[in-house]
Nanobody, 118 residues
Framework: QVQLVESGGGLVQAGGSLRLSCAAS????????FGWYRQAPRKQREMVAT???????NYADSVEGRFTISRNNAKNTVLLEMNDLKPEDTDVYYC????????????WGQGTQVTVSS
């Protein structure tokens, strides 16, 4: 079992920055993928950014160049640095850990609210 705990959300003005953090505990498998996803009410959850255990990153087009995902494998933590925030970035952000090699290995955090005012 894996537990993911997010922190760092809050309210910020447009153009500002926030940093989200996710700490994983429990039985962590190597070869996993950490990711940040976001979801607005009545909308589908969407991928924001992912990072593999080898450091390969992937970003949604809407955040490319503004957000940076990074991970610390020794500490089982993943960060999302968000710069030049826009009102449309307002969402609940979720941390996810999963493995493409282990069926059913898919865990989510409880979510943290990010609100960007115009």
């Amino acid at each position: 079992q894996v537990q993911l705990v997010e922190s760092g959300g809050g309210l910020v003005q447009a153009g500002g920055s926030l940093r989200l953090s996710c700490a994983a505990s429990g039985r962590i498998f190597s070869g996993d993928v950490f990711g940040w996803y976001r979801q607005a009410p009545r909308k589908q959850r969407e991928m924001v950014a992912t990072v593999t255990s080898g450091g390969t990153t992937n970003y949604a087009d809407s955040v490319e160049g503004r957000f940076t995902i990074s991970r610390n494998n020794a500490k089982n933590t993943v960060l999302l640095e968000m710069n030049d925030l826009k009102p449309e970035d307002t969402d609940v952000y979720y941390c996810r850990e999963n493995s493409p090699y282990i069926p059913g290995y898919d865990y989510w955090g409880q979510g943290t609210q990010v609100t960007v005012s115009s």
